[in-house]
């Protein structure tokens, strides 16, 4: 099985095109996307369009759910919050209905999908260390599990006398006698220094996760933002990857 895994795409319609585009050459066969469809960028309804069109399985995220009044704005920062209201805004009934419908975990025979953390994930909490990561492992019942939220792309692993260790590595196999946590980066707002839309492929045939990294045409996704009269800012750091 190959799973085209996604996430934070933030209403970035050229950054998901992008890697729709790439992953048409890696013979996928099932999506997943780990949340936060909308936020941010410009493109909210086209960009749900398209991860329908995907079929992918998709779980929910903090601006998914505040999209639909699921979860407070109050917690977001003022940039994010004058987004999410503009996004609220622009929303149609359909586009409400399916943000409105994802629940916030997946889980098959293969892996398990969050966008923050299993431990109270309605909190939406940043997995951002180890300890973080332990509470996760300690309520993972499989193998391996994706997150997003962070938009940073890393991978921590605990073996098995428990040690947990982090990696930036962009291709790793997957170990029997390991548990992993796969921060899968972000489409639509990438902040780890790359500007480039982020994006996983785990093949279980292989055991083998990858993390890879696609340019797009940031200079419209930016253009559009402050067109819409969002704030400048949220187009200006597209260029940076922060």
């Not at 996928?28 to 399985?57: F, T, W």
Request: glycine share 8%; aromatic share 10%.
């Amino acid at each position: 099985m190959r799973y085209g895994i996604f996430a934070d795409i933030h209403s970035n319609l050229e950054a998901l095109e992008a890697v729709r585009k790439a992953y048409r050459g890696e013979s996928i066969d099932q999506y997943l996307c780990v949340g936060d469809v909308v936020g941010y960028a410009a493109n909210p309804r086209e960009c749900i369009e398209k991860i329908k069109e995907l079929l992918a399985i998709t779980v929910a995220g903090n601006h998914d759910w505040a999209a639909v009044n699921l979860f407070s704005v109050d917690y977001f920062n003022p940039a994010a919050r004058q987004a999410m209201l503009w996004t609220r805004d622009s929303l149609d009934d359909k586009s409400r209905c399916f943000l409105g419908s994802l629940k916030l975990l997946y889980k098959n025979e293969d892996l398990t999908l969050v966008h923050g953390t299993l431990n109270k994930p309605e909190d939406f909490n940043y997995m951002t260390d180890g300890y973080v990561a332990e509470e996760t492992f300690g309520i993972l019942e499989n193998k391996i599990c994706f997150v997003g939220h962070s938009h940073v792309a890393g991978i921590f692993i605990k073996d098995k006398d428990g040690r947990i260790n982090y990696l930036l590595d962009n291709c790793i196999g997957i170990k029997k006698e390991n548990r992993y946590i796969v921060n899968v980066g972000s489409v639509g707002q990438p902040r780890d220094g790359n500007h480039k839309a982020a994006y996983c492929i785990y093949d279980t045939r292989k055991s083998e996760v990858q993390i890879k990294r696609i340019d797009y045409d940031i200079k419209t996704a930016s253009r559009k933002i402050i067109a819409a009269g969002l704030p400048p800012f949220l187009g200006e750091r597209l260029f940076l990857g922060r």
